[in-house]
């Protein structure tokens, strides 16, 4: 069993051994898992288990139980499991198992998970609800919603069917008491079905961003860069609870505030940019908005923050530092080789100039060999 929870699927486990007609022990912890929930939670006739945790067990300790559980998961009762061959003697105080199964409600041929005939399973048989002396009313609907995580009732309508069939006859008066569906349930046969509709709480929408340089690529928590001049696509989508509505893109920044709007196509919308530019620098959220039964619903996704990178700046530094540098280069090679051409250099092969004292040189007179000979 299942103690001080809010309903027969919820509390703290407790088991009682065949050969022991009068002590319920708790269930440590550290002896337990998730496979053992699902047997715990079939025996006991609740849906799926939502949440396995450790819980405290009050100033007093419990007995526990000695032995650590090892189902598979496909039992039926817990103690049909096997289980440790030696006993466990310790277990952390406050460390028993807590667990809360899914009530075994649901609504079946709506439009969405939260919309149709109200259905309970109780001795593993899943049965149409017929209310008792046409007393439901949206009060009594809300019970049956909160079970299925479905927030609160709309509309509750009595279905005629052409025949009797099987069902699940609930009081309302046990509702209002505070109970579980399935402690309300007494069987039957009617051709009176009921229909449920009950208002779901959307879920939060995704956000994501791609550019066209970069390709696909989500945006996360800290933001989302772009080159200056490329195509690029925010992106809502939402999970498919209720069909149609719309996304809402709304844009924000320090000098500006600006909203896009399309219809949800496949609970999706991509808005396209095909040129960012600093303008579109900014915070970016979606928001779904739906009409659902007369009443408009609306959930609003995370913020990503867009930044637009210009590279003409980085561009013109590559380009021109270098070719600076490279005439600078080129200026000091040619003012260097001009210095260097003015310096006084060593005459090489410079011709001894004759000096002929007292004899004037005729022109076209004897050779310097000629004029040696003769001097001999």
Not at 55 to 61: A, R, S
Not at 76 to 87: A, E, F, K, M, Q
Not at 368 to 375: D, H, L, P, S, Y
């Amino acid at each position: 069993r299942l103690v001080n929870g809010t309903s027969l699927c919820s509390g703290r486990l407790e088991v009682k051994s065949n050969h022991s007609n009068h002590w319920w022990s708790s269930v440590c912890e550290a002896d337990f898992d998730q496979q053992d929930a699902e047997v715990v939670c079939r025996e006991l006739g609740c849906g799926a288990p939502s949440v396995l945790q450790g819980v405290t067990y009050g100033e007093v300790e419990d007995p526990m139980w000695t032995k650590e559980f090892q189902c598979g998961g496909t039992e039926s009762v817990l103690l049909d499991c096997r289980s440790s061959g030696s006993d466990r003697n310790t277990c952390s105080p406050g460390k028993a198992v807590g667990l809360t199964c899914s009530e075994p409600v649901r609504l079946v041929g709506g439009d969405s998970r939260c919309a149709g005939t109200l259905e309970v399973k109780h001795q593993g048989d899943w049965r149409p609800v017929s209310d008792l002396y046409s007393y439901w009313t949206l009060k009594e609907a809300d019970v049956a919603c909160k079970e299925l995580d479905c927030g609160s009732a709309v509309s509750v309508e009595e279905r005629k069917e052409s025949s009797e069939r099987s069902v699940w006859r609930i009081s309302s008066d046990c509702l209002q008491s505070g109970s579980a569906l399935r402690e309300c349930v007494t069987p039957d046969t009617s051709s009176s079905i009921l229909d449920f509709t009950c208002l779901d709480l959307l879920l939060q929408p995704n956000i994501s961003a791609s550019s066209s340089v970069d390709g696909v690529s989500e945006a996360q928590q800290q933001g989302f860069h772009v080159l200056r001049g490329s195509t690029f696509t925010i992106s809502c989508s939402t999970q498919p609870q209720y069909p149609g509505g719309s996304f809402q893109l709304t844009f924000t920044s320090s000098t500006s505030a600006l909203n896009y709007t399309k219809p949800a196509v496949n609970h999706s919308a991509h808005f396209l940019f095909p040129a960012a530019e600093p303008a579109h620098q900014g915070n970016y959220s979606c928001v779904y908005h739906v009409y659902v039964f007369s009443h408009a619903l609306f959930s609003e996704s995370r913020l990503i923050s867009l930044t637009v990178t210009d590279l003409r700046p980085f561009i013109i530094r590559a380009v021109v530092l270098p070719l600076i540098l490279l005439l600078a280069n080129i200026g000091l090679y040619f003012y260097y080789k001009a210095t260097r051409g003015q310096k006084p250099g060593r005459r090489e092969n410079t011709e001894p100039v004759y000096y002929n004292l007292g004899v004037p040189a005729a022109e076209g007179g004897p050779t310097e060999e000629e004029g040696a000979q003769g001097a001999e």
